[in-house]
């Protein structure tokens, strides 16, 4: 079974531009979650989909922004992007079925440097 | 509020030593908690969940409701569990995350 892949996995971009990341969830799962790990934090939460609706979101402000496809696969969009923004952006999967429905696998991160 | 509390940044043990690593949280209601490790250049992966009370890699965590605590102790540490830890708690099946600011546990030789 294939994991959670995201992409890119560094990203430069200067303040007040748009960014999009993407990932494509493990196999089997419907639900992908969004979280922000600045330097030294653990993950906080920015927001869940569940079969391509928002199915709960963060303390984030409106310029950060998702969708979710048919396929599952999700996007991250921030606009007007802040020099706090910088941080690694990882998405989990989950939604197996059984035991695996506790499960959140995770990507291995976007790293967004805003400049 | 929910949120969930690592006191310590870094732990240093040496190798065979016990190990423990703290986690509290606050939470009105019973939420399900666990822990998850980031090796190095690795991705974050589940360790443990309170749920199904098991041990993994020799670890174990004990839900305490008592004291809010969950904390993951193992009784012999090994180089090969240096890692960061995070402890985390949802509050339903499926539900968001909220993760600690995490342990960096160093086993020493």
């Known amino acids: 079974e294939t994991g959670v892949t995201q992409s890119p996995t560094h990203l430069i971009k200067t303040r007040g531009q748009q960014v999009t990341l993407r990932c494509s969830s493990q196999?089997?799962?419907?639900?992908v979650s969004w979280y922000q790990q600045a330097l030294g934090q653990g993950p906080q939460f920015i927001f869940q989909y569940y079969r391509e609706e928002e199915n709960g979101r963060g303390n984030f402000p409106p310029r950060f922004s998702g969708l979710q496809f048919p396929n599952y696969s999700s996007e991250l969009n921030v606009n007007a992007l802040e020099l706090d923004d910088s941080a690694l952006y990882l998405c989990?999967?989950?939604?197996?079925?059984?035991?695996?429905?506790?499960?959140?696998?995770f990507g291995s991160g976007t790293r967004l440097t805003v400049v | 509020a929910q949120r969930v509390t690592q006191p310590e940044k870094l732990l240093s043990v040496f190798k065979g030593a016990p190990v423990e690593l703290k986690c509290n949280y606050s939470?009105?209601?019973?939420?399900?908690l666990f822990w998850y490790v980031q090796y190095s250049r690795q991705r974050l992966q589940l360790l443990l969940r309170h749920i199904s009370r098991e041990s993994i890699k020799g670890f174990t965590a004990d839900l305490n409701k008592g004291e809010t605590s969950f904390h993951l102790k193992k009784p012999f540490a090994q180089e090969e569990d240096s890692a960061m830890y995070y402890c985390a708690l949802s509050k339903n099946q499926g539900g968001k995350l909220i993760f600690g600011q995490g342990t960096e546990l160093s086993v020493k030789p």
């Open positions: 989990a999967s989950s939604g197996g079925t059984g035991e695996r429905q506790w499960g959140y696998t």
């Open positions: 939470y009105s209601g019973s939420p399900e």
């Open positions: 196999s089997g799962h419907n639900t």
